[in-house]
């Protein structure tokens, strides 16, 4: 079975520090990877995804991810955070060729000036 | 470009009463899927679809039932809904591309159950 465990439900940081939201999965098949973002009252938006081309993903919004197949992990990071990336983060994982995205249970990203 | 249309955005229903979720998505994509939104837990997967007339249970399917019966639409019944069923529900459309699926979500519908 798959599963997902991001550590930490909320994380503060200071606008133009480095974000790192941390996401760990258990997977019996190569997985497919996706960090999704939710602002306020919407619904989820894809960050990136990761598919076994590159361990390491570039998504929207300055955001980039990297796949540690030895560490089962797959962090996303931010170099320099704006107050425009205040929201809630999910990471999720699929297994192949699959469509049942399970997702973890979120992480909730805090800006401060 | 609508992308995955989920109506109404809000309901308050009544221990016992019955409704449906109506999701539609103009994408043309073949999977769909219904999640709830509940604190602390992520999204959890209720029922999915792979194509018109064929679903199968998520991780939480009990208390709700689906149907397939166009590529397009998949409503969501809630046959006797109870107090544990207020979350936020959310519908989401997917397709594969180099075998990972990206889901297209909804705008989410806020149900409470009183």
């Known amino acids: 079975a798959q599963s997902v465990t991001q550590l930490g439900s909320h994380v503060s940081v200071s606008e133009g520090a480095l974000v790192l939201l941390r996401c760990n999965y258990s997977s019996s098949v190569p997985p497919y990877l996706f960090w999704y973002v939710q602002y306020p009252n919407q619904g989820l938006q894809l960050l990136l995804k990761?598919?076994?081309?590159?361990?390491l993903v570039k998504g929207i919004n300055g955001f980039e991810a990297e796949f540690k197949k030895s560490e089962t992990s797959f962090h996303l990071t931010k170099p320099s955070a704006h107050m425009s990336d205040a929201a809630e983060y999910f990471c999720?994982?699929?297994?192949?060729?699959?469509?049942?995205?399970?997702f973890g249970a979120g992480t909730r990203l805090f800006v401060k000036a | 470009n609508a992308g995955v249309t989920q109506t109404p955005k809000f309901q308050v229903l009544k221990t016992g009463q019955s409704m449906t979720l109506q999701c539609a998505q103009d994408m043309n994509h073949e999977y769909m899927s219904w999640y709830r939104q509940d604190p602390g837990m992520g999204l959890r997967l209720i029922h999915y679809s792979v194509g018109a007339g064929i679903t199968d249970q998520g991780e939480v399917p009990n208390g709700y039932n689906v149907s397939r019966s166009t590529t397009e639409d998949f409503p969501l019944r809630l046959l006797s809904a109870a107090p544990s069923q207020t979350s936020v529900y959310f519908c989401?459309?997917?397709?594969?591309?180099?075998?990972?699926?990206?889901?297209?979500f909804g705008q989410g519908t806020r149900l409470t159950v009183v």
């Open positions: 999720a994982v699929s297994d192949t060729g699959g469509f049942k995205t399970i």
């Open positions: 990761y598919t076994s081309a590159a361990t």
């Open positions: 989401a459309s997917s397709y594969t591309q180099g075998g990972a699926t990206e889901a297209f």
